[in-house]
């Protein structure tokens, strides 16, 4: 069983930023593919960014050159580095992680974590 717990969320003005983190236990951590999703109210919840186990990293493209996904396996933690924050970023953001196939779909990660709350004021 692993479960992503999530922190660093809050509120922000836009133009701002935040570090979401997610550790996740799991012996074989450095294996695992993890993502990061949000969904806004009354919204999908949408495919913000994923790192492969080797470090791979996809974004979608409302957060290209504003978001960093990184981990560090040492520490079996994914961080989401938030730069330049627009009140449309305003979402609960979920970790996800291991499953196999598309990295940009959230049924295909078996794992979630309970979500924290970034909301960005404008």
């Known amino acids: 069983q692993v479960q992503p717990v999530e922190s660093g969320g809050g509120l922000v003005q836009a133009g701002g930023s935040l570090r979401l983190s997610c ?33 791979m990293q996809y ?21 989401l580095q938030m730069n330049s924050l627009k009140p449309e ?16 779909l959230g049924e295909e990660y078996e794992y979630w974590g309970q979500g924290t709350q970034v909301t960005v004021s404008s």
């Open 23 to 55: 550790a996740a236990s799991g012996r074989t951590f450095s294996s695992y593919r993890m993502g990061w999703f949000r969904q806004a109210p009354g919204k999908e919840r949408e495919f913000v960014a994923a790192i492969s186990w080797s470090g």
């Open 59 to 79: 974004y979608a493209d409302s957060v290209k050159g504003r978001f960093t996904i990184s981990r560090d396996n040492a520490k079996n933690t994914v961080y």
């Open 89 to 104: 970023d305003t979402a609960v953001y979920y970790c996800a992680t291991k499953g196999r196939g598309s990295v940009f």
